[in-house]
């Protein structure tokens, strides 16, 4: 029996509707993880380091995406729940072409630039090639990478998860696949190309499903509706900061380890981005899941259903980081010589770094829940704010200072310190705004 937005939900029934989410987010983040995985195996550490380098720079372009999908999907979910299909639909029009517009301007700047950008982002002489070989296929494909990461809340909100599933599969699918064949043929070009054409799958075959007459959510001739699209953008500028504030963090700790130990220290940072995408994704799935629930309650003002989702999203939240904190702390070695176990040197590195980074996922859950839950209340201001002091003001300005007391270690630590204190705020704005909402 297919779930509504409107249904009441028991912890059974939230784990049912937030699955597809969270399953589609994980396989998404295994592209990343095979093309380090072959890379490195295939290639070598040089080529994994140039993949660290490059993809950072992917997902700042990506992050308009990020931000119309999720801030958009808010403002959608809340207009259905008002009762205005037809004005859903116009909204939804409205923010996929502006994906596409946005997308197309992006890729033409980021392949045009992709020297410069590369060096800027860390690249040194010996990673120049392969970085500008990969970085240039990889940006090129801006446009289904953002229409992927917009549809995936859209599909959530048209009552579609398990679409946004099957996409996501076959997209994973062809990834890995390419990548296997392609690695072998084009070398670090191959693994680009593969990585855009899962995107193909996962960002252009949804438009099918939408752009067909039928009932629901729907492609539609539509307009600039400037007060949505500029609410979309606010309810969305958690998002989009977290991702420009992941890539430029992401750059700066490259900075920072080559500064340290060179390129094994980025070849290191690798791993634990690679393993991270994978446990994040989990916490990212729950919360695209639940957010279109939040919204939909939000703008029918049934409080009742809205303390009943958050006060169940929230321990289940807190239960995944304990397990997560225990499962990475004792999986790190398999973990990490899955991807650089050629070389003895490098693994007892990498694994001693992520053992420290891993202490992070006590507090991660918290603040990604906290951010989407505002930005599903249409608050993007506080969302915002939650996303800019974990992802680039804490974050960044902890990977400078903790160095130079704890050297290494204190890159690695960064993130521990950076999710801990932001989870102080998360928490202190989740009790202040209780009574404003009526979530608890």
Sequence with gaps: MQIKLSDHFTYAKLLRFTLPSIVMMIFTSLYSVVDGLLVSNLVGDAALSAVNIMFPVAMLISAVGFMLGTGGS????????????????????????????????????????????????????????????????????????????????????AEKPNMGLILSLGSGVTNMVGDWVLIHLLGISGAAWATVAGYCVGGVLPLLYFV??????????????????????????????????????????????????????????????????????????????????????????????????????????????????????GLSRPMCAAFVGYSPELLQLTVHGFRLF??????????????????????????????????LLLRGGLVILLPLVLDLDGVWLAVVAAEGLAAVVSVILLWRQRTRYHYL
């Design 74 to 157: 808010a403002v959608v979910a809340r207009t259905l729940g008002e009762g205005k299909p037809e004005l859903a639909n116009r909204l939804f029009s409205m923010f996929l072409f502006a994906v596409v517009l946005a997308g197309g301007v992006l890729s033409v700047i980021g392949v045009a630039f992709v020297e410069p950008i590369a060096r800027i982002a860390g690249a040194s002489d010996a990673l120049i090639e392969p970085c500008v070989s990969y970085g240039r296929i990889l940006l090129a494909g801006s446009v289904p990478f953002m229409l992927q990461t917009s549809l995936q809340p859209f599909l959530v909100v």
């Design 212 to 329: 067909r007459p039928r009932q629901g959510l729907r492609l539609v001739p539509t307009r600039m509706y400037v007060y949505e699209f500029v609410q979309a953008c606010g309810n969305g500028a958690s998002e989009l900061m977290s991702n420009i504030s992941s890539s430029l963090v992401g750059i700066l700790y490259n900075i920072e380890l080559m500064r340290l130990i060179g390129e094994a220290g980025v070849a290191a940072h690798s791993v634990m981005m690679y393993v991270d995408f994978v446990f994040v994704a989990a916490f990212l799935g729950f919360s695209i899941g639940s957010a279109p629930v939040v919204s939909y309650h939000f703008g029918a003002q049934n409080h009742a259903e809205l303390k009943n989702v958050f006060r169940k999203s929230l321990l289940l939240v807190l239960l995944t980081s304990a397990a997560m904190v225990v499962l990475s702390e």
């Design 358 to 391: 891993a202490l992070c996922y006590v507090f991660c859950g918290i603040n990604i829940y906290a951010s989407s839950f505002f930005t599903a209340l249409c608050n993007g201001a506080l969302s915002a704010l939650i996303s800019f002091l974990r992802s």
